[in-house]
């Protein structure tokens, strides 16, 4: 398996513009999740989902941000519109159902968004 | 006062020695442990996992519960070059099911000196 694949692997944009962060989770896993990761907060969780299904998007800043995951093999986040203060690295994981604990995160290698 | 404290460093050490991690944490509540090493430019992935207290062994990496401190460790022996990384502990409670509540710390930036 190839693993969590996302693009692109970086970002350059302009205040202002929309940015489409992908994400294809490893395949059979039921939960993914979107995280965004800085120096100054660390890794923040963003939003998962189950089976395609939306549980938690508290951690989603603002109205800006928007997450879809239309089937099992593919999710979206995007920012419309982008600010500086959203450059960061956002990380997309996944993980199987195999136990009611599910603290096996498998991580995709991020996308590097800056914001200009 | 943060629910996860993680001296960010960096620590440096020599290769060979003998490496100590720690996190704090104030929430009583949290049951499952976990230590994830993240490589420069790349996604964490999970190298230990313990639940509740008491220690773990895999190879060279030994992790280390205290919940009546509240303190967890990673204890890395005979360091090497490649051990180079960031370590992030990372914490949940037993929530029964689901995978949220997951807390993540900053992480520890470790470098190894050959």
């Known amino acids: 398996d190839a693993g969590v694949i996302q693009s692109p692997r970086h970002e350059v944009t302009e205040m202002g513009q929309e940015v489409t962060l992908r994400c294809k989770p490893i395949s059979g896993h039921d939960y993914l999740f979107w995280y965004r990761q800085t120096m100054m907060r660390g890794l923040e969780l963003l939003i998962y989902?189950?089976?395609?299904?939306?549980?938690?998007d508290s951690g989603m800043p603002e109205d800006r941000f928007s997450a879809k995951m239309p089937n099992a093999s593919f999710s979206t986040l995007k920012i419309q519109p982008s600010e500086p203060r959203d450059s960061a690295v956002y990380f997309c994981?996944?993980?199987?159902?195999?136990?009611?604990?599910?603290?096996?995160?498998?991580f995709g290698s991020g996308t590097q968004l800056s914001v200009l | 006062q943060k629910e996860v404290e993680q001296d960010p460093g960096p620590l440096s050490v020599p290769e060979g020695a003998i490496v100590s991690l720690n996190c704090t944490y104030s929430?009583?509540?949290?049951?499952?442990f976990m230590w994830y090493r993240q490589y420069s430019r790349k996604g964490p992935e999970l190298l230990m996992y313990t639940y509740s207290s008491g220690n773990k062994e895999d190879g060279r990496f030994t992790a280390q519960v205290d919940k009546s401190s509240k303190y967890i460790s990673l204890f890395i022996r005979d360091s090497q070059p490649s051990d180079s990384a960031t370590y992030l502990c990372?914490?949940?409670?037993?929530?029964?099911?689901?995978?949220?509540?997951?807390?993540f710390g900053k992480g520890t930036h470790l470098i190894i000196q050959p």
């Open positions: 990372a914490m949940r409670m037993d929530s029964g099911g689901g995978a949220d509540g997951l807390t």
């Open positions: 989902f189950n089976n395609n299904v939306p549980i938690d």
């Open positions: 994981a996944s993980s199987p159902d195999e136990s009611a604990t599910n603290e096996k995160l498998f």
């Open positions: 929430n009583s509540a949290f049951q499952y």
